[in-house]
């Protein structure tokens, strides 16, 4: 017995919707999708837009040391107290009542050759040498500083700071622990990681202090070398953008060929490329005519170096 024709008609209707609704189900995911992609396209053109970096400069690397094997009281001094009452000093960065080293003291301390300063301990007091360096070079420009004190206190620890014009006390750089030879007590100031024109004064001035204690009987503060690094140069690239970046992703180019990343390291404060803020590229080239660096999403900047 056949379907009426009512009946089949029915059947006919019901698979005509079912299939339709299933193309109109599908057709509508396709429009989602497609939706969803010219959203994310937008969102990214977007952030292009608002996003661009800026070469300021670039300056061949080079490094600068200061000890007193010259300048001595010219643009270097040394001075000395046997019986300061604190650690850290109470004054900064001039110690109350203290003395200037003598020839033969600043003789002591130009080179690491066992030849020392010496300066007896007042008893339950501290001695101290203090330092003071003329930085020629703008902090601005400076991606490394760098300072070294060498030498020990005969019966208790050496302490040694620097003095922070920021926050206008001394910082601890480290503490020596022997007490019968030399200890090297050193630090790298990063740029990125520290202020470095808060350890550097308009005037260029640096200073840092050793100290040590003086327990019982007569003891000394002894001090064999002392100096400062100072490295400049790179590439300084400015965040002229709206966008936070992240400086991972940054990639540099030298004369359109991409450098190595193990020839180069990035440096920027917090971690991550905020817009205004300044990153710079160690990268130590001479032979270089152009320099480009692109970001994360495509900005990119050129530089002529000559």
Do not use: C
């Not at 300061?84 to 200037?100: H, K, L, Q, R, V």
């Not at 005037?203 to 100072?230: I, Q």
């Not at 440096?267 to 994360?296: A, C, H, Q």
């Amino acid at each position: 017995m056949g379907f009426s024709a009512s009946a089949a008609f029915f059947l006919l209707l019901t698979t005509g919707l079912a299939m339709g609704m299933s193309l109109y189900t599908t057709r509508g995911g396709h429009i989602e999708e497609i939706q969803k992609a010219e959203a994310e396209f937008a969102a990214k053109m977007d952030e292009e837009i608002h996003t661009s970096i800026t070469i300021l400069k670039y300056d061949i690397p080079d490094n600068y040391t200061y000890d007193f094997t010259t300048g001595r009281q010219a643009d270097k001094w040394a001075a000395r107290k046997p019986d300061e009452p604190t650690n850290p000093p109470s004054t900064g960065p001039f110690i109350y009542d203290e003395t200037e080293f003598s020839g033969g003291m600043y003789d002591d301390i130009e080179a690491s050759d066992d030849d020392r300063a010496n300066t007896g301990i007042t008893n339950k007091r501290y001695a101290t040498h203090h330092f003071i360096f003329t930085i020629d070079e703008d902090p601005a420009d400076i991606y490394n500083l760098s300072v070294l004190w060498e030498g020990f206190g005969t019966q208790n620890p050496a302490y040694v700071y620097i003095w922070n014009y920021d926050s206008q006390s001394w910082e601890l750089i480290g503490v020596g622990t022997d007490t019968s030879s030399d200890n090297v007590i050193t630090k790298d100031f990063i740029v990125g990681d520290y202020d470095l024109a808060g350890y550097i004064d308009a005037s260029g001035y640096l200073h840092m202090v050793a100290l040590s204690y003086e327990t019982s009987g007569t003891r000394r503060l002894r001090t064999d070398f002392v100096r400062v690094n100072v490295s400049i140069g790179g590439v300084w690239i400015q965040n002229t953008g709206e966008t936070t970046l992240d400086p991972d992703y940054v990639m540099l180019f030298s004369d359109g060929a991409a450098v190595p990343q193990q020839l180069y390291s990035v440096f920027v404060d917090g971690g991550y490329w905020d817009p205004g803020e300044v990153l710079r590229i160690s990268y130590n080239s001479t032979d270089v005519g152009e320099i480009k660096v692109t970001v994360e999403n495509g900005a990119t900047d050129t530089f002529r170096v000559r």
